[in-house]
């Protein structure tokens, strides 16, 4: 399974970000999809998920400012972020949530910076 995501940049403290993620798999539409972040010197750590019926969860750092959403036909989580801040600034990764993980792709840098 081929994971692709983009839509990250350099983005003013306040500012938005919409990042897409593109999946390969067939098997996309009944499968929960989740957001990663990678943090330098830090590890991957857990951001939004989406199930199959379109509920959503976040960590509590980005509640009220980040939204996962889904397009089953084409194959695609998108994660809009509002209100950026410095410490968003990761790279961020689209997986499945359900183990085995699927092969991670490139992910996109987000960077927050003034």
């Known amino acids: 399974v081929q994971l692709v995501e983009s839509g990250g940049g350099l983005v003013q403290p306040g500012g938005s970000l919409t990042l897409s993620c593109a999946a390969s798999?067939?098997?996309?539409?009944?499968?929960?999809m989740g957001w990663y972040r990678q943090a330098p010197g830090k590890q991957r750590q857990f951001v939004a998920r989406i199930t199959t019926g379109g509920n959503t969860y976040y960590v509590d750092s980005v509640k009220g400012r980040f939204t996962i959403s889904r397009d089953n036909a084409k194959n695609t989580v998108t994660l809009r972020m509002n209100s950026l801040k410095p410490e968003d600034t990761a790279v961020y990764y689209c997986n499945k949530i359900s183990y085995p993980m699927w092969d991670w792709g490139r992910g996109t840098q987000v960077a927050v910076s003034s």
């Open positions: 798999d067939s098997s996309f539409s009944v499968r929960e």
